[in-house]
């Protein structure tokens, strides 16, 4: 009798472990995303960020966004304004860190779709070139120099740090590899500048160079599953 009840426990234990091996969740993979920002591009910026799956963290992952300017300034906050003034121009590189919390682990696609809350820091380095009015030296046809009154292209140096939060969504597209991120959220920035004429020239909205203070980062990120 008991030969046989050690018989029946074996045997029911011996099919409880597959269907437990059969129910466990397997450990996440990792992935690799490249996306771009393409709304940036109005202000001469690019923006590449690559996002990067945390092993054994299903939900959550760490994206890092390398920034470079180059080209003429743009002030998408100014209506006309890259017509009035075409003397400006801006050189700058910047990076964003954030670490993503997304509402669920990926289930069909190898990377995390749906909702996710995000946040982290965030650092930009601006070399703007911008005219002024005043007197320079200039040399006339006979070789002697003379004071011409006119604009004199002007440098200053803009740095910026701050943080932002952001919620969005993740949506794949066909065939899988591709989807969209749509983002809005809110931060903070803090600005120092070596002239204070960059107050008047580069904060007329929250999308210009010189801004500081609150701001509210939303826009929309291509990317590709490596």
């Given at each position: ?115 996710y809350f995000s946040y982290g820091p965030t650092f930009q ?20 120099e003379y004071l011409e009154y006119g604009r004199i292209p ?73």
């Amino acid at each position: 009798m008991r030969i046989t009840w050690w018989a029946c426990a074996a045997l029911l234990a011996g099919g409880a472990l597959p269907a437990a091996a059969q129910q466990a969740p397997l450990p996440a993979a990792r992935f690799l995303a490249l996306k771009v920002v393409p709304q940036h591009v109005v202000l001469s910026g690019y923006w590449l960020e690559a996002e990067y799956g945390l092993p054994r963290h299903p939900q959550q992952s760490v994206a890092l966004t390398a920034q470079l300017y180059h080209g003429p300034a743009g002030r998408p906050n100014v209506p006309g304004y890259a017509a009035s003034d075409p003397g400006e121009s801006v050189r700058g590189v910047g990076a964003e860190l954030r670490h993503r919390l997304y509402l669920r682990a990926a289930e069909r696609q190898a990377y995390p779709t749906g909702f996710y809350f995000s946040y982290g820091p965030t650092f930009q380095h601006f070399r703007m070139t911008y005219p002024t009015l005043g007197w320079r030296e200039v040399k006339g046809p006979n070789g002697l120099e003379y004071l011409e009154y006119g604009r004199i292209p002007t440098r200053t140096t803009i740095n910026r740090y701050g943080a932002a939060a952001t919620v969005g969504y993740q949506a794949p597209l066909p065939p899988g590899r591709v989807f969209l991120d749509l983002y809005a959220g809110v931060g903070w920035r803090q600005r120092h500048n070596q002239s204070d004429a960059v107050a008047a020239q580069f904060k007329s909205g929250t999308s210009n160079y010189g801004h500081r203070g609150f701001y509210f980062p939303a826009g929309v990120k291509i990317g590709v599953q490596l």
